[in-house]
């Protein structure tokens, strides 16, 4: 047995439907973007944390020369240093593998990494997770076991045959098993910025089969250690490097900085800042919709509510009458949200598993995030209506029991300034309208605002990642391929790649791996030594134009510049970590643009006298013939100390592949949430204004005022909201897409705000046609008007 | 139309049929019950007249009234309006009729309350063919000094004098009035009853008040009483009192 007012109050919500509706689905709409990318993060950092804590995730990572393996006993007496594993690591090419069929025609150069693991034992740190088949065995010598992303891009099976090429010399391996390792979950060859899983594979061989394969018997070139509880990671870093720089050591990172790592805890930040942001959004709506509409509902009811109050109901149920209605909205709106944000959780962790290779990827909603989510939809709620529930509960029976008081009109802004004297009188009655109300025309215009600008933001970003591709590849990056040397070597190899076929044009490339402080801040990175005539990677400021070679000095990128925290002027210090390891100060002449990276700059003479060096290359960048590339590939395969080759086009078809995909996606629901969210607002906005003002609107009929005249007055008041909402709409826009592009940012990854003047098109379209058929929806309610009743009634 | 001419304002009262309602009868349901609201009227209206509806509530006047203004459609029967029979129209018609010919006055005067007097007058003779001026229609009315104030502004009988002013702006030929004092105290029922006589007499607009007030029938040219959703009398006052011999 239903109690007497819950049956009113169900009724009165059947009545409402369309309104209530209308902010459910807003509020609904916050809840499932807040269960969405909360639910992802919760999902890929339970990954994270498990599989680094079962595979026992290295925290401090150190590349070297060579040392011999009496070096290892002296690193593991480093205070702090828990346990540490050292291994050999070095990069090959792979031949295009028999069993990949449909693969192989896209194939470009594959490199791949080249992974130690103990002769006798399993490794203990950054362990493997068997997929199929096994770890290669003891005493088999030519067992490896592939990084699962890399077997599958080539259908390769355990007992396939590769062919990989150490120093000229080619080396059959059979394919045993398919692994994942935690330093490789987001996998990406050395100068990529983007994962091809076709193009780049980690393989994992006994530490006897690397090692021999390099001469690096008895041996090291790579170190990984855990850091004891308590001990401060920076002072092991520093001891490491301490020891291992007689070695050739390039400098410890800790797990911050390693590549795979940075990447994954990146995307996490973005996800945490961005799951707070968005739903806020909806929730604020939601929040006003709820006050406008309740506001609405209480000046309606005044009557019902002096009736009961007169027949003996309490302030305090009357006031929980109305506070049922609001709580039942939002927890059908929770309940709606959950369900959708849990499948468009479980679709955005579907967009990450290809990138991200965890052992155990699963999607869950966590208990607690289920609790969050209600409890901010009621928050919404009664935060919206709480207002007029007390103005209801409080309202005295008597006072009730009166008509409300006549609304009191003056001459608007406009007219007492002399501006719209000759506006017609309905246009006059939409102009007092919107300015007694200042609030609600607020509310209307900032509702549509935030849809637009919700859908400008994504749009934005959009734009801007394109923007910043083309930037790269076209003003930044002109070469076709760039060939990277396993060791710098003598001016004259420029000639042996220029005469590889297809090669129309080779420009070569000094860079050597520095580590550049200024001050409390030191970063590890790549400098480049550029010549002024640089034809293919010519200097470019963030608007694409050509700077110039810092003819003194060095350049920083701007994401490296912003690390330091230097500016043109300062002076940095630069400790090579190469070869003679020479240490140099030198001044900050220039700050260019890259989108990917960090980098730093030096005219290409300056850099070798300061490394003591005659003219060397460490590759170059290649202009080819398309027609040839399958036999350029080949060539390089075989040429002496080629160790990478990244050809432009694969990067461009991935990063196509990879942002039109998650691109795609999330236009279309933020499509959809613009069109709940000025739906919502544009129909609450009609239906509110239809039934205030009914009764003129009614007159207006009577005195002989057509339907479509009256519709004017309606939706006209109405769409001028939605449509000061739009440019509105564009500066929060712009501005939101500004706050999540500053998020994105990071130091590897830059891109300016750039936005296509066809996405600020695509959001007044999406605005005007949510605006324009909520609001001929409402116009049904107006074409049945009851002209006759509504003369009977006070006002 | 030949009759337009016929109606000249300062005519008084004119034997011409501007109205004509034949067999006229509405039934509507309300929930489960079927109200038989009007079972065959059949009246005609003459240009000029000063006409007072008489009957009790229930008894049908306000359907009739709804009927001849083009509110409403009756269920059987027909309304010519000047010769053209009005209830074949549909919606858009009587949209029409009622924005060129008729002028309403309601119990509540249903003024739009972000307007001034003037504008609430403006409203309808901006959409009029041939209306008179806001300023004239409100002197009409003895309310040139209110004319810039809004309905929240003015007291009950002076709203009601907009009202009128509204209705007779447009230079109707017929002007229908339900319960027009039915809302004021007699003293401003009076001076609305005068505003109305006044603007019957300059303007020569047909005047059909209903009410379920006996005493405001002596001020009419003629009175029909309306029972039971039938016309139950039909006579024409040999002496026609002023408003201000009316009490109640």
Known sequence: ?795 | MTEDDAVTPGLGVAEHPVLVARALTKRYRMGEVTVHALRGVDLELNAGEFVVLLGPSGSGKSTLLNILGGLDAPTSGEVEYRGGVLTTGGERALTQYRREHVGFVFQFYNLIPSLTARENVALVTEIARDPITPDEALALVGLSARRDHFPAQLSGGEQQRVAIARAIAKRPALLLCDEPTGALDIATGIVVLEALLAANRETGTLTLVITHNRAIAGMADRVISIADGRIAGDVRNAARKAPAELSW
Request: glycine letters at 8%; proline letters at 5%.
């Open chain 1, 1 to 795: 047995m239903i109690a007497l007012l819950d049956r009113k109050l169900l009724r009165d919500m059947f009545a409402m439907r369309g309104q209530l509706l209308a902010i459910a689905a807003v509020v609904a709409s916050g809840v499932a973007t807040l269960v969405t990318m909360r639910s992802a993060l919760g999902s890929l950092q339970r990954a994270m944390s498990a599989t680094y804590a079962v595979q026992r995730f290295a925290d401090v990572f150190a590349r070297l020369e060579r040392a011999p393996q009496s070096v290892a006993a002296e690193l593991a007496r480093v205070p702090g240093v828990a346990a540490l594993e050292t291994r050999v690591v070095a990069e090959v090419t792979v031949a295009p593998p028999e069993a990949s069929g449909a693969a192989a025609a896209t194939v470009g150069l594959i490199t791949g990494r080249f992974v130690s693991i103990p002769d006798d034992d399993r490794p203990y740190l950054d362990t493997l997770h068997v997929l199929r088949g096994r770890l290669p065995e003891l005493g088999r010598a030519n067992e490896v076991a592939l990084s699962d992303a890399f077997a599958k891009a080539h259908g390769l099976d355990p007992g396939d045959t590769l062919t990989v090429v150490v120093n000229e010399r080619q080396l059959s391996l059979r394919v045993v098993g398919e692994v994942l390792s935690p330093e490789f979950v987001y996998a990406m060859a050395p100068g990529s910025v983007i994962p091809d899983d076709a193009l780049f594979g980690v393989l994992f061989a006994r530490r006897r089969v690397v090692a021999a394969s390099f001469g690096m018997e008895g041996a090291f070139n790579d170190v990984i250690l855990t850091v004891a509880q308590g001990a401060e990671p920076q002072a092991v870093i520093q001891a490491v490097d301490r020891i291992l720089a007689p070695y050739g050591g390039l400098g410890a990172v800790p797990r911050a900085e390693q590549t795979s790592n940075w990447f994954i805890s990146n995307e996490l930040r973005q996800l945490a800042s961005m799951g707070g942001l968005l739903p806020s959004i909806f929730l604020a709506v939601a929040t006003f919709l709820f006050a406008v509409v309740m506001a609405r509902v209480v000046t309606q009811q005044r009557g019902e509510i002096a009736v009961l109050k007169a027949f003996g109901r309490s302030n305090v149920e009357i006031g929980a009458h109305f506070g049922k209605l609001v709580v039942l909205v939002a927890l059908v709106a929770a309940a709606g949200g959950l369900a959708a944000g849990r499948a468009m959780g479980s679709g955005m962790v579907d967009l990450y598993r290809p990138y991200f290779r965890f052992p155990r990827l699963e999607h869950t909603v966590s208990p607690r995030l289920v609790l969050v989510a209600v409890c901010v939809s009621l928050a919404a709620a009664l935060a919206g209506a709480a207002r007029a529930v007390l103005r209801a509960a409080k309202l005295p029976p008597a006072e009730a029991m009166r008509p409300p008081a006549p609304v009191s009109f003056r001459r608007t802004l406009l007219e007492r300034m002399g501006l719209a004297r000759r506006a017609s009188v309905p246009v006059r009655v939409v102009l007092r309208n919107l300015e007694r109300k200042p609030l609600r025309a607020l509310v209307s215009i900032l509702g549509t605002a935030s849809g637009g600008a919700l859908l400008l933001s994504g749009l934005a970003m959009s734009d801007s990642i394109d923007h910043a591709i083309a930037l790269q590849f076209t003003s930044a990056q002109r070469e076709d391929m760039t060939v990277t040397l396993g060791a710098a070597r003598e001016e004259g190899a420029l000639g042996a790649l220029a005469g590889l076929p297809g090669v129309r044009y080779a420009e070569p490339f000094r860079a050597v791996a520095v580590r550049i402080r200024a001050g409390a801040h030191e970063r590890r990175v790549a400098l480049e030594g550029v010549r002024d005539g640089a034809i293919l990677r010519p200097q470019i400021d963030l608007n694409g134009r050509r700077t110039g070679a810092p003819a003194t000095g060095i350049a920083l990128s701007d994401g490296l510049a912003e690390a330091l925290a230097v500016a043109p002027g300062a002076t940095v210090t630069v400790q090579v970590l190469e070869e003679r390891r020479p240490t140099f100060d030198v001044t900050v002449t220039a700050v260019y643009a890259s989108f990917v990276g960090m980098g730093a700059r030096m005219d290409a003479d300056a850099l070798a006298r300061a490394l003591h060096e005659g003219p060397r290359i460490s590759g170059a960048h290649l202009l080819i013939d398309p027609e040839r590339r399958a036999e350029l590939d080949d060539a390089l395969r075989v040429t002496p100390l080629v160790v990478g080759a990244s050809a432009r086009a694969d990067a461009l078809r991935r990063f196509e592949e990879s942002t039109g995909e998650s691109m795609g996606f999330m236009t279309f629901f933020l499509v959809l949430f613009a069109t709940v969210l000025v739906g919502g607002v544009v129909y609450n906005d009609a239906r509110i204004t239809l039934a205030e003002r009914g009764r003129e609107l009614a007159s207006m009929r009577v005195l002989g005022y057509r339907r479509s005249e009256v519709a004017g007055i309606l939706l006209g008041e109405i769409w001028t909201l939605a449509a000061l909402g739009i440019p509105v709409g564009a500066v929060f826009g712009v501005g939101l897409a500004w706050i999540a592009l500053r998020n994105a940012q990071s130091e590897m990854l830059r891109m300016p705000l750039d936005i296509d003047p066809s996405s600020f098109a695509i959001m007044t379209l999406v605005l005007a046609t949510a605006a324009v058929v909520s609001g001929l929806v409402c116009r049904r309610g107006l074409d049945r008007l009851d002209l006759v009743e509504v003369l009977k009634e006070r006002s």
